[in-house]
């Protein structure tokens, strides 16, 4: 099975330490984001999930990641875990089907910026070709074409928190 990562979740994942997301129900940065990314991916691995990184979200991370850029890409390369995808024949092909879908049916409306808007059609498109369950983002346009096309969406609030561990402390020897 298939996962597919964004740019809003890729973040996280190559800059733990980045400054936490909105969590859209409270107004308030997440809770604990780092220990949900972390927690995640143990999760995915462990269920040997291949996690695909669309290369528009790539650049997109790779863009805002500066100097950085060169590291970031030689850990995602080099790690057996994470599949980078390109926007090929067959997902432009899913990305005309994605537009004309937008044309024609008035479900789903234009996003706000039309580049934008052909932007996340490619992810998305990424994501289909790549037989993907679930795409893990925070971005409210993401998640309308996830409900539309009928893909889990997932963003870092949603994402639950590590178990706790059976063995801690009480605290009375402290």
Sequence with gaps: MAVVFDASMLVYVVTPNAAAPEDKATGQPVQH?????????????????????????????????????????????????????????????????????????????????????KFDDQIFAIARVSAAETIYSDDPDIAQLCGHFGIACEGIADLPLPPSDPQMSLGLLD
């Design 33 to 117: 984001c780092s220990e949900r990314i972390a927690h995640l991916l143990d999760s995915l691995e462990q269920r040997g999930e291949r996690i695909v990184i669309p290369t528009p979200a790539l650049a997109e991370v790779l863009v805002k990641a500066s100097e950085a850029a060169a590291e970031y890409l030689s850990r995602l390369t080099a790690s057996r875990h994470f599949s980078i995808r390109p926007f090929d024949t067959l997902a432009a092909v899913e990305h005309a089907a994605i537009q004309r879908e937008r044309q024609a049916s008035g479900t789903i409306p234009r996003a706000p910026a039309r580049a934008k808007a």
